[in-house]
């Protein structure tokens, strides 16, 4: 079979794709492989509010406990929260269980290590050669061997304590609005900004487990525009469904992505004399004005693959302290080990306090170039069809023979989806939105 786990765990279509039993043998296998069968581990699980949510649950827990370990259940609590509860409690392991900005049918299982960090690609094919060797060597224990399951009940007030304490301000005068998109978010980020002192206005803050992502959140960025214009707010933010991605709104409704708040961030934690070497850590999605406005800063840049756990390393590499994507995953390493839309969302808006200037102003620092992105849905076995087409290619090749040097073309398959994603950058909306479907209608047609 083909691997099983996509750039962010293993994701598929709830009790179709992501089996019951798929969960149960990644739990078994998991528990397994991170712990190398040495002592009585213990395992964090967490969920966002996604209906598939306790199915999943249910089964992964079974087979963490059938291998003896121990199962620590959070509830729903975001993304970030396991990362940084794992290294809080000690633990051997932490498993999320949720589809991130994917709609209510998806769902996923991603793994966490004792330190907080999402899994290498060499462990995560250890655990699908587990499953796919039929467990042999893996113990199955009885009696008193048996794992238990416990509940953690202080995991939510523990992980929003900590994300309170990365700042050093208050938040008293300020209005902020809160998209929860329904999702892992809807407790911690209200309760944080509440006891922060923000008069807090929330919408999508009331998963019935369909909601999740639904026309809400960092996807949907419109009703949180005209929320913020409506309600006179100094700052928005948006998170997706497990809350490990913000993206922010200013206080004229416009949307701020996560090249922004990267350009903000940083800007200010140089100014303070915390931004290692300088130094921001991107993707090569993000847009060509953050490599301008990092240029003009002092700023030097770091660009990686698409996904965050690239991002990742390479600020390992040379302890960097801040990285993140366009799509407002945003990494402050001094924090956490993963993308935090709740640390993210805090930090910004204490430098939007401290600095006394409006959301607007501090976003003046960036100037986007158009930009557009086009997804083609193409089956996972031709997601190569732009490298290995010839007419595909000579296409591409041609685009960017237009662009001139004043703009790019950017083709990369979608680690989580039966996508291809195509983007472009230019000087002109109109015509890189010509050439960017062209290049779509292309690669469709050869499937």
Not at 166 to 186: E, M, P, R, S, W
Not at 215 to 224: A, F, I, K, R
Not at 248 to 272: P, R, Y
């Amino acid at each position: 079979m083909g691997r099983m786990f996509g750039t962010d765990g293993v994701r598929g279509i709830a009790n179709t794709e992501l089996t019951a039993k798929l969960a149960y043998n990644l739990g078994r296998a998991g528990a397994y492989v991170l712990t190398e069968g040495t002592h009585k581990p213990r395992i964090l699980v967490a969920k966002d509010t996604r209906i598939s949510g306790d199915m999943l649950e249910s089964a992964l827990v079974a087979g963490i406990l059938s291998v003896g370990a121990e199962a620590i259940i959070l509830g729903v609590v975001p993304t970030p929260a396991v990362a940084h509860l794992t290294r809080e409690y000690n633990a051997d392991a932490g498993v999320m269980i949720s589809a991130s900005h994917n709609p209510v049918e998806y769902n996923g299982i991603k793994f966490f290590d004792g330190k907080g960090y999402k899994l290498s690609d060499s462990l995560e094919d250890e655990i699908q050669r587990v499953i796919e060797c039929g467990f042999e060597g893996v113990p199955s224990p009885v009696g008193e061997g048996v794992g238990r399951v416990y509940r953690e009940e202080s995991a939510l007030n523990e992980y929003i304590e900590y994300a309170k304490s990365t700042i050093k301000t208050d938040f008293k005068g300020l209005k902020v609005a809160l998209d929860c998109a329904n999702g892992a978010a809807y407790k911690a980020a209200v309760k944080a900004f509440r006891a922060l002192g923000a008069r807090v206005y929330v919408i999508n803050d009331n998963p019935d487990g369909n909601n999740i992502n639904e026309n809400c959140g960092s996807t949907h960025m419109e009703e949180l525009m005209d929320y913020v214009v409506r309600k006179k707010c100094d700052i928005g933010f948006a998170f997706d469904g497990d809350a490990d991605r913000c993206l922010a709104v200013d206080e004229k409704g416009n949307m701020i992505n996560g090249d922004f708040l990267l350009t903000i961030c940083a800007k200010a934690l140089k100014e303070a004399g915390q931004l290692k070497d300088d130094t921001l850590v991107v993707t090569v999605m993000s847009n060509l004005g953050l490599d301008i406005a990092a240029k003009r800063e002092g700023i030097n840049l770091v660009k990686t693959k698409v996904g965050d756990r690239y991002v990742l390393e390479e600020m390992l590499k040379d302890n960097y302290v801040l990285g993140g994507e366009q799509s407002g995953h945003i990494i402050f390493l001094n924090h956490n080990t993963t993308g935090d839309g709740l640390v993210t969302a805090l930090q910004v808006a204490a430098i939007v306090k401290e600095s006394g200037k409006t959301f607007s102003e501090l976003a003046g620092v960036m100037k986007e170039l158009p930009q557009v992105l086009v997804n083609a849905t193409v089956p996972n076995n031709k997601k190569n069809i732009y490298l290995e087409d010839e007419e595909i290619v000579k296409a591409i090749n041609e685009v960017e023979a237009k662009l001139n040097g004043v703009g790019r073309v950017l083709i990369r398959p979608s680690g989580t989806e039966p996508l291809v994603r195509v983007m472009l950058e230019g000087e002109n909306q109109e015509e890189i939105n010509e050439m960017a479907n062209g290049l779509v209608d292309l690669i469709l047609s050869k499937i």
